[in-house]
Nanobody
Framework: QVQLVESGGGLVQAGESLRLSCAAS????????MGWYRQAPGKERELVAT???????TYADFVKGRFVISGDNAKSTVDLQMSSLKPEDTAVYYC???????????WGQGTPVTVSS
């Protein structure tokens, strides 16, 4: 149905910035929202930010104005610009796509982000 591929993860120092990218392929016509989630060691997966095709965005409280989500509906892509990164941001970040037709969510393989002090 839908395949998601993330990129951009890596190792950065605290205070630096990083941009994550995700591209969807396959049956992308019924995708009406995409977003980013993350999972840190020993913790459950949590929402970071989402964006609908109409451009409406939501953010987790821990973003604190540091992250910005953007997307291109025509290209079926979504990016996450992360600034002022903190060690507690260290996690595997997963791209998500919601398929309205299938009433289901699809997930990427994840891209790891490590923030050192």
């Amino acid at each position: 149905q839908v395949q998601l591929v993330e990129s951009g993860g890596g190792l950065v120092q605290a205070g630096e910035s990083l941009r994550l990218s995700c591209a969807a392929s396959g049956s992308v016509f019924s995708i009406n929202a995409m977003g980013w989630y993350r999972q840190a060691p020993g913790k459950e997966r949590e929402l970071v930010a989402t964006r609908t095709n109409g451009g409406r965005t939501t953010y987790a409280d821990f973003v604190k104005g540091r992250f910005v989500i953007s997307g291109d509906n025509a290209k079926s892509t979504v990016d996450l610009q992360m600034s002022s990164l903190k060690p507690e941001d260290t996690a595997v970040y997963y791209c998500n796509a919601h398929d309205m037709w299938a009433s289901s969510d699809f997930w990427g393989q994840g891209t790891p982000v490590t923030v050192s002090s």
